[in-house]
């Protein structure tokens, strides 16, 4: 049967992703990055920045059992064991984060994406916006020797926001994990050893 010039086979990474009930595709991003860098590990506490629709959270609590995650979205994910806080980044305090994971975090990960509009510059700018978001929140509730994990788009200043991780980090890496499609901006910065 013809399946029309519009269809587009699903790629291998959302195949496997449906098959395993994650929401999402990009719990492998997570998991390669997790699985390079030996986090979320038993008992950890987490906090997933930008957790719609749910599978960088489903994976952390899978990994991190009997710990602690709090989410944040704008949207609230069905399914997904811990607290989750309904807002904007922007609007969260350090102390609503550290009172849901009852002490301080071993990880905050972010895979905020502001919604793209096709200026190249402007998504980039947003999405570094975001990005050091995560990073002060990050301060205020990573333990010392925590770790951060943030998504970024290429563009002028990625190199500046990867500086500031390594400020505030014994070691920072860029990794673009398999998972990321070929023609995507989109990297991780991760910080571990938070000073
Ligand atoms: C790529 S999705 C995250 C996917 C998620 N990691 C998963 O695996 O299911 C990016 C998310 O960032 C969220 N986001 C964008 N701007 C935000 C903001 N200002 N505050 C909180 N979340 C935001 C979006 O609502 C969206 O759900």
């Not at 975090?105 to 990005?131: E, F, N, V, W, Y």
């Not at 390594?166 to 571990?192: D, H, L, M, N």
Request: glycine share 10%; net charge positive.
């Amino acid at each position: 049967m013809s399946r029309g010039r519009g269809y587009k086979k699903a790629d291998p990474y959302t195949r496997r992703a449906k098959a395993q009930g994650y929401a999402a595709r990009s719990v492998f991003k997570l998991e390669e990055i997790v699985e390079r860098c030996g986090l979320l590990n038993p008992g950890d506490r987490v906090v997933d920045l930008g957790c719609y629709p749910g599978s960088w959270s489903r994976l952390a609590s899978e990994r991190i059992e009997p710990g602690a995650l709090v989410g944040v979205d704008l949207s609230e994910p069905q399914g997904i064991p811990g607290t989750f806080i309904a807002r904007s980044v922007y609007e969260v305090e350090p102390a609503e984060l550290l009172d849901a994971l009852g002490g301080p975090a071993d990880l905050l990960m972010s895979d905020m994406a502001p919604p793209t509009t096709g200026d190249r510059k402007g998504d980039h700018l947003r999405q570094i916006a975001l990005a050091e978001r995560a990073l002060w929140l990050a301060s205020a509730v990573v333990r010392p020797g925590g770790a951060f994990i943030a998504k970024v788009f290429e563009g002028a200043d990625a190199q500046a926001f990867f500086e500031q991780v390594r400020a505030g980090y014994a070691t920072a890496r860029r990794i673009k994990p398999k998972a990321t499609r070929q023609q995507s901006v989109e990297f991780f910065v991760v910080g571990q050893g938070r000073q």
